[in-house]
């Protein structure tokens, strides 16, 4: 009863994110924070060269099958819960205040640590680029903080500010990579055009393991669709539609553009070639299949991409903790939403703080920004989100067993049941090969994993004794005694 008095007290209308943007404008932000681009010119190269060479492709539709299956019980469920918690209200909903809490704290831990591992990237390469158009050479965490300032700008205003912002970056490295996917199938690669990718026995050939840990973690911001659920013309028609849509863009993208590389040096070479040339694999494809000064063009579009995927972090981050604040699980003054803009303000600049303390301590440390910062805040972020979406796919099975607000066998029981599956047979191949994701040490991994389950289960604890407290103050006032 206490928990309904205190969810209705803080979640007034003063209190609800405003906004009015539909499909386009979700599935913008969705694809941004994927940062296509990235995946493409960044981890594609890594997931050929260390894990199943030419079956890149068929690994990305594996994953985005799993996605989809995952989404049909996913994107039932908005219309039922629509707040900006997404992955936190349905474990709420489905397993209890405890579990929500602890899912809530990976979601917060995943979106932290990717958004920190893209600013180590986007830093670096941002670097680069000024270096290469004759500017100076500074380290990395001055563009670091750079980047932060304009993400922190936008991220304070009107999520349709922010959504405009990356349509325009997304439609423009999304049209580089179809530009150079159909120009490399266009002129038949190296080696003519064939489709052992898409064959099993490909797809199984080396380490198929880590090739999911790419895959999966190219996807990483799938989330969003539900998140802006609150600021959506209307949550119940817009969020289901532009999950599916996301998917399926996403999975196509990543498909048409890894078997292109492939392609472009020969599925029985791309992997020799990829281990060589990891960091410049795709700038090498450009280059020979669109002319020399593709790559300075792509270099400068990855830029944008980095940026595109920091916002789109950004606006989930300041979410997340906004909806945690009036639920009253975080400061209350973090529910705050501005006058004129709508958007959850001091989430945001709280976002900005944390961002700020995590990369300024790998640059206090002197750390790598690509192979420390990246790839272990990378890894991470992809275990973490995984085991959210897991414990998502339970929640839904049991809500709506529980409650019977919709009776649909497919949408309800089995789907959720089959990604959940799928998305735990992922999980433990990605803890199974984890060492290899944060660069081979496994005293590291061992501190890492036991990060991620340490923060679940405090997040649980606090949602349990936050719960408990609650009552008691509740029993105390019926009472009449005081509550000490």
Partial sequence: MVEKTVSSTTSGS???????IGVPGIVFLVIAA????????????????????AGAPLTYIVVAAVLLVFSVGYATMSGHVTESGAFYAYVTKGLGRGP????????????????????????????????????????????????????????YRSINVGAKVLGVLLVAEMLLIVVLSVSILGQGGAQGIEVSSFSPSTFMSGSPGIALMFAVGSFIGFEATAIYGEETKNPRRTVPIATYVAVI?????????????????GADDVQAIATEHTADLTFIAADEYLGGVSSD???????????????AFHNAIARYTHVLSRSGFAPRSLMAVHPRHGSPHLGSLFQTVTAFVLVGIFALAGADPVLELFTWMAGVATVSILVVMVLTSAAIV????????????????????????GLAGITALVIANFTTLIGGSRTLA?????????????????????????????MDQTSGSPHP
């Fill in 297 to 311: 063009v792509l270099m400068v579009m990855l830029v944008t991409s980095l940026f595109a995927a920091l916002l």
């Fill in 398 to 421: 049991v809500y709506f067993t529980r409650s019977g607000a919709d009776t649909r066998l497919w949408h309800t029981k089995i789907a959720p049941i089959l990604g959940g599956l």
């Fill in 249 to 265: 863009i996403i999975g196509v993208l990543y498909a048409v553009a890894s078997w292109a590389i492939v392609l472009a040096f």
């Fill in 100 to 155: 929500g809490l602890g899912a809530a704290s990976l979601a917060l831990l995943a979106y932290t640590t990717v958004q920190a591992a893209i600013y180590g990237l986007a830093a670096s390469t941002l670097g680069s680029v000024v270096v290469r158009f004759g500017g100076p050479d500074l380290p990395w965490w001055v563009w670091a903080f750079v980047l932060m300032a304009l993400v922190a700008v936008l991220g």
């Fill in 34 to 53: 994927a940062a296509p681009l990235t995946a493409v010119a960044g981890s594609l190269p890594v997931m050929i060269a260390l894990g199943n060479g």
């Fill in 446 to 474: 061992n501190i890492f994993l036991a990060i991620i389950v340490c923060t679940f289960v405090i997040g649980w604890a606090v949602g349990h004794f936050v719960v408990r407290s609650r009552r008691g103050t509740a």
């Fill in 14 to 20: 003063e209190h609800r994110l405003r906004g009015s």
